[in-house]
T-cell receptor, first 114, second 111 residues
Framework: DAGVTQSPTHLIKTRGQHVTLRCSPISGHKSVSWYQQVLGQGPQFIFQYYEKEERGRGNFPDRFSARQFPNYSSELNVNALLLGDSALYLC?????????????FGPGTRLLVL | QKEVEQDPGPLSVPEGAIVSLNCTYSNSAFQYFMWYRQYSRKGPELLMYTYSSGNKEDGRFTAQVDKSSKYISLFIRDSQPSDSATYLCAMTSDTGNQFYFGTGTSLTVIP
């Protein structure tokens, strides 16, 4: 049974470019959350999606957007990249009964903006 | 004031020691509390998940929640070198729409 998968694993971009990160949740999970983890800090919540609808949004600029597809996979898009966007981007798969078992994280995508 | 405060350490202990990791929080709406372990350059791995106040034990790990003090702890007994990692506390309210993380505590267990 596959866990949470994310692609790509590493990415290097330059300032001003656009990036798309992808996530596939655990089979049977219909909700995903995206987090940004800057080196030395804890993950910061960006978005939560459930059944293709946005359920929550953290304090991130409009350059960050996301969507969820009918198969429950998700994309995180970041426009006009800044140096400060360099981070580990984590996707979490949220189980149906999240109050009985909590979210599970993927390995992350490490983004470096030069 | 941050929603969740966690001492970043670093914490260094000898093998076999008891480790105590702690977080404080300010939002009384938080009901679900988690501890994750994160190895360098990897995604967080769930260790413990508790609801409301009380204790939960799983092998060498014990999680404690004191909602009256807004304080949670993770104890690691008989610590092993393989426990060397960053430990993150996290919490959320009844809606579960947004999870809040501490900054993480870096732990090194010396053989």
């Amino acid at each position: 049974d596959a866990g949470v998968t994310q692609s790509p694993t590493h990415l290097i971009k330059t300032r001003g470019q656009h990036v798309t990160l992808r996530c596939s949740p655990i089979s049977g999970h219909k909700s995903v959350s995206w987090y940004q983890q800057v080196l030395g800090q804890g993950p910061q919540f960006i978005f939560q999606y459930y059944e293709k609808e946005e359920r929550g949004r953290g304090n991130f600029p409009d350059r960050f957007s996301a969507r969820q597809f009918p198969n429950y996979s998700s994309e995180l898009n970041v426009n006009a990249l800044l140096l400060g966007d360099s981070a580990l981007y984590l996707c979490a798969s949220n189980p149906p009964s999240w109050y009985q078992e909590t979210q599970y994280f993927g390995p992350g995508t490490r983004l470096l903006v030069l | 004031q941050k929603e969740v405060e966690q001492d970043p350490g670093p914490l260094s202990v000898p093998e076999g020691a008891i480790v105590s990791l702690n977080c404080t929080y300010s939002n009384s709406a938080f009901q679900y509390f988690m501890w994750y372990r994160q190895y360098s350059r990897k995604g967080p791995e769930l260790l413990m998940y508790t609801y409301s106040s009380g204790n939960k034990e799983d092998g060498r790990f014990t999680a404690q929640v004191d909602k009256s003090s807004k304080y949670i702890s993770l104890f690691i007994r008989d610590s092993q070198p393989s426990d060397s990692a960053t430990y993150l506390c996290a919490m959320t309210s009844d809606t579960g729409n947004q999870f809040y993380f501490g900054t993480g505590t870096s732990l090194t267990v010396i053989p």
